[in-house]
């Protein structure tokens, strides 16, 4: 009789267990569900991305130092999945995939150290587009509705290995207002002041950067945008 009650009690015990397995397992999957949906209506709102192979833009950086404010024009070209091109100044700065090089006045090109290329690859990959076209990449959960600059958003919360994206999606507009994510173990908090509808896709032309404590990290407002330009195979 008592092994009896100890079995039961066993049973009880693990059957007590799976059930809350089964609710978080559940709530995981509802999560989701619901993430994969609102991303979708994300893409939608973005316009056609999948048709988008390039990508240039020219815009004004303002970048806080500690002698003021430097602002300068950049253009930038990108060729998904995993190419870009920097032009500043007398800089120009080339990545290919996992390779990058500075590229010279002269004509000759040197190696980047290996922490430029993740950090410029790094903003490739969180650039909208990009994201917007690689939801295979992610697991994509729902995690909470949040209000940020008065409006009510939706949080995305995006995973792909040990990496994390938070995205903060307009209830109404269905655009994303910000994105949080870790550069090392700085964060980094990029909000989407405005959108301009560019050949039907609605991309961001005024952004800001700021750290944990809203101390500005960098400004960038895009004068000219063009998809699908061909671009300089060097």
């Not at 693990?14 to 209506?41: P, Y």
């Not at 815009?59 to 998904?80: H, R």
Request: aromatic share 12%.
């Amino acid at each position: 009789m008592k092994l009896l009650k100890i079995i039961c009690l066993l049973f009880l015990i693990h059957a007590s267990l799976f059930s809350e397995e089964f609710e978080e397992f559940k709530l995981g999957e509802k999560q989701q569900f619901e993430g994969n949906k609102i991303f979708d209506e994300m893409v939608l709102k973005l316009g056609n991305v999948a048709q988008i192979k390039t990508i240039r833009t020219i815009c004004i950086v303002n970048q806080p130092l500690d002698y003021g404010t430097l602002s300068f024009p950049v253009q930038v070209e990108v060729k998904f999945p995993g190419n870009l091109h920097i032009k500043f100044e007398d800089k120009e700065f080339i990545i290919e995939n996992n390779s990058g090089w500075q590229k010279y006045q002269k004509g000759y090109y040197e190696n980047l150290p290996e922490k430029y290329i993740s950090t410029i690859s790094g903003n490739l990959d969180r650039n909208l587009i990009q994201i917007a076209k690689s939801k295979a990449d992610y697991v994509i959960k729902l995690v909470g509705k949040e209000t940020i600059l008065e409006r009510e958003c939706y949080v995305l919360e995006l995973i792909r290995d040990d990496s994390i994206i938070n995205i903060y999606i307009d209830i109404q507009k269905y655009l994303p207002i910000q994105m949080i994510y870790f550069i090392d173990s700085r964060q980094v908090k990029r909000t989407y002041l405005e959108y301009k509808l560019v050949n039907g896709i609605n991309y961001p032309v005024h952004i800001i950067s700021t750290d944990i404590d809203g101390n500005l990290i960098s400004e960038i407002k895009i004068e000219k945008v063009e998809f699908n330009i061909k671009l300089n195979s060097d």
